[in-house]
């Protein structure tokens, strides 16, 4: 018996609508003009790496675009609006491109909505607040159900609730997420917190003593059992003025940031920065250097 094939295996065609050529079939590659074409309104990412946009266009300088992107025609006629492959016209632009291939697609909003979205899932490109704020939009714009979302998208419906839930934390909580200061497990951990005071105290630890997701569920599990009964003020703890004279040595003496971080026990770490292969060699030279020294 052959298994049946579920979520993101199905391909961009079974998800959305079940979409039959009749409806949802490609015209062709064609050549477009890039100042015809415009970005997609239902575009879910919303940061773009700079550095990884001008990798891809000095590849694209190389070897050109080798995934069409997917446009569909506006309804004006005078142009194009893109469905998905923002990354790649954005890259082509850059490498100074007139024309980039691109199949042309007929789809209403709600198929542009969910074929960037679904396209993006499927790269992982995207952060998970990114992730809920487009399952969001699905939910409100698509009118479906988080059951339905959940097979759109070829998620578990409590999958998707997870996500939708990250909207409900502070701001602060969410920022550092998709800075990727917190990941996805210390996010589910901290939504177990009803009180928004004791969640961003507990984040703070997170961030200050580099706490493990196990660690941040036990610390959670603790507030919510009563062990701890109420949670203190948000506060910052201060380094040691020696120890920030100290971080601004290392920084200039790598010529790179670096982050130094001392509980009040004294335990701590030093995280030295790099922005790139060229940085990285330079330091680990450096090192190299004081091991031999």
């Known amino acids: 018996m052959s298994k049946k094939q579920t979520g993101l295996g199905r391909g961009l065609g079974a998800l959305i609508e079940e979409a039959k050529p009749t409806k949802e079939a490609l015209k062709g590659v064609d050549e477009i003009e890039l100042s015809r074409i415009v970005p997609n309104p239902y575009q879910p990412r919303t940061v773009f790496n700079q550095e990884a946009l001008e990798e891809l266009a000095e590849s694209i300088k190389q070897i050109g675009v080798i995934q069409p992107i997917t446009v569909r025609a506006l309804a004006t006629g005078d142009g194009f609006e893109l469905i998905s ?52 939009q699905l939910i409100d714009e698509c009118k479906l159900t988080q059951e339905n979302l959940g097979d759109r998208v070829g998620k578990k419906r409590a999958t998707v609730t997870n996500y939708l839930r990250l909207l409900k934390l502070s701001p602060a909580i969410q920022l550092g997420i998709r800075e990727k200061k917190l990941s996805m497990g210390h996010a589910k951990a901290l939504m177990g917190l009803e009180d928004e005071a004791t969640q961003l105290m507990i984040f703070d630890q997170v961030l200050e003593y580099d706490f493990s997701v196990r660690k941040t569920e036990e610390v959670v599990r603790q507030y919510r059992e009563g062990l701890v009964h109420e949670a203190k003020p948000r506060t910052v703890h201060k380094t040691p003025d020696e120890y920030v004279a100290l971080k601004n040595q290392l920084s200039d003496f790598f010529t790179s940031k670096v982050d130094l971080k001392v509980n009040p026990q004294g335990d701590g770490k030093i995280v030295i920065s790099f922005s790139s292969n060229d940085e990285l060699e330079k330091i680990v030279s450096i090192l190299d250097q004081l091991e031999k020294a």
Not at 85 to 102: D, N, Q
Request: proline fraction near 4%; avoid cysteine; charge should be negative.
């Open 85 to 136: 492959g923002e990354r790649r016209w954005r890259a082509s632009k850059m490498a100074g491109l007139i024309t980039i291939p691109a199949y042309v697609r007929e789809a209403n909003n709600q198929g542009m909505l969910e074929m960037a979205i679904i396209e993006n899932i499927q790269r992982e490109d995207l952060d998970p607040i990114e992730v809920a704020i487009s399952f969001q």
